[in-house]
């Protein structure tokens, strides 16, 4: 918890120092009173927000899926991109329940977030699957793309990253 | 450098004033919204254009704003869309069809 | 070297205008909500992502630079949430067992 919070309010005092662009100020004791507290601040809120979460983080793996994140969102700009300016459009959208393994929490959020960039799916809500098993819906673009094997790359590049839940290691 | 980044600017302004006919087609709200998701994103890309042609370093803490203000608005529209009816309706609640505001 | 660091700048901004242009088209031809919000976030995030990188070689090292990553970061996240965020609230009733899949 500690640990958490003391690179939290690092990063967000580092956040103030880029943005006040510090050192130009005529008093620099105050302006550094002033970004230590609202360092602090932010810290308190995003902790009330999001707790931090237990288990460790693989940083390979986690380097693995920045990387993939980054290469999937350019190839999904172009395929949007292609579609647009195609003379005719070329789609067939349709939804896709997709079973997840990622407990409920922030992990599932940033899991949502990260495949609303990847190529042709976009997170639109949750529900079980037919069989009763937590599940994602997902709007697709085109069904004809082979959408679920991508998302369970994600999910197994990401469980990777940051272990399935708190008795995984 | 800086006649081409301002052409830019204009660009992308263009491409947004041209987004913004689905103000007006609608159908749904949310369709309009979808619009104003654009004007926060093309308007960032606009003001760091802006900003580095100018050489006026507060244009870019601007598009810092507009990027935060473009994300809280589209939040607050989901929010209203997905619980319309206010908790206490201080007046008539049948004088205005419920969570339709066109 | 000025000249190769303009030249890369006027590729990565100019592409990052077509991408925009694409959202654009896109928001305009897709024909339901749903598909002009997949137009809409994913062009125009490599759009603004282009854009940033073009504009790096001119701003000052290295505050100026990490300002203008700070500024991608922040739409990126605020893209991909609300792409979540109104995906959800236009979506129509739940389907069920539709497009069901395992994988």
Redesign the interface.
Known sequence: MTASALVRGTAFFG?WL??T?FGTGADLAADLLVGLASAAAATWVSLRLLPSAPGRVRYGALGRLLWRFLWQ??V??????R???APR?S?Q???????VRIPPGPGRALF???T??V??T????S?P??GGRAAL?Y???D?RQPV??G??RD?ALMIEAYGEDETDD | MTEFLLGAALFVLGTVALGLIRILRGPDDADRMLAAQLLGTGGVAVLLLLGVASGLGAVGDLALMLALLAAFASVAFVTGVARPDPPKPVRDPNALPRGDRS | MSLALSLFTIVCVSLGAVFFLAGTLGLLRFPDTLTRLHALTKADNLGLGLVVLGLLPQVDWPLGALKLIAVWLLALLAGATVGQVLGSAVRPPPVSGAGESTP
């Open positions: 956040c880029l943005l662009h969102s350019i999904a700009g172009i395929d949007v991109a579609r647009a300016f459009l789609l959208p349709g939804y896709l329940v997709f079973p949502g977030a990260f609303s960039l190529p042709g976009l997170p639109v809500g529900g699957t037919a819906v709007h697709c673009l069904l679920a094997a998302l369970a999910q």
